[in-house]
Nanobody, 120 residues
Framework: QVQLVESGGGLVQAGGSLRLSCAVS????????MGWYRQPPGKQRELVAR???????NYADSVKGRFTISRDNAKNTVYLRMNSLKPEDTAVYYC??????????????WGQGTQVTVSS
């Protein structure tokens, strides 16, 4: 069974910080790279950051130096620390494997996401 449960979003002023968490089913967490994705209002979902099972990280240029992805292998949890938030970071944030988990019958699988709203 696939589980992706995001939490930690909210409303924050520009310049503020948030930490997102994602609980992941053990079956997919232990063998996969994980990513945080976001979907701004009216736009397509995009990859923000990813981390391999060994801990190597990669970031989109728009968040480099402000966001930090990490994972706790003992807790099957992936985190996204977001600092110096900007209004353009406003989006629904999702975690998933990298590339995204795809189910045979229903295609790509996504959790419910967590809303991040940054006010100016």
């Amino acid at each position: 069974q696939v589980q992706l449960v995001e939490s930690g979003g909210g409303l924050v002023q520009a310049g503020g910080s948030l930490r997102l968490s994602c609980a992941v089913s053990r079956r997919i967490f232990s063998i996969n790279a994980m990513g945080w994705y976001r979907q701004p209002p009216g736009k397509q979902r995009e990859l923000v950051a990813r981390i391999t099972s060994g801990g190597s990280t990669n970031y989109a240029d728009s968040v480099k130096g402000r966001f930090t992805i990490s994972r706790d292998n003992a807790k099957n949890t992936v985190y996204l620390r977001m600092n110096s938030l900007k209004p353009e970071d406003t989006a629904v944030y999702y975690c998933n494997t990298y590339p995204p988990t795809t189910l045979a019958v229903s295609g790509e699988y996504w959790g419910q996401g967590t809303q991040v709203t940054v006010s100016s």
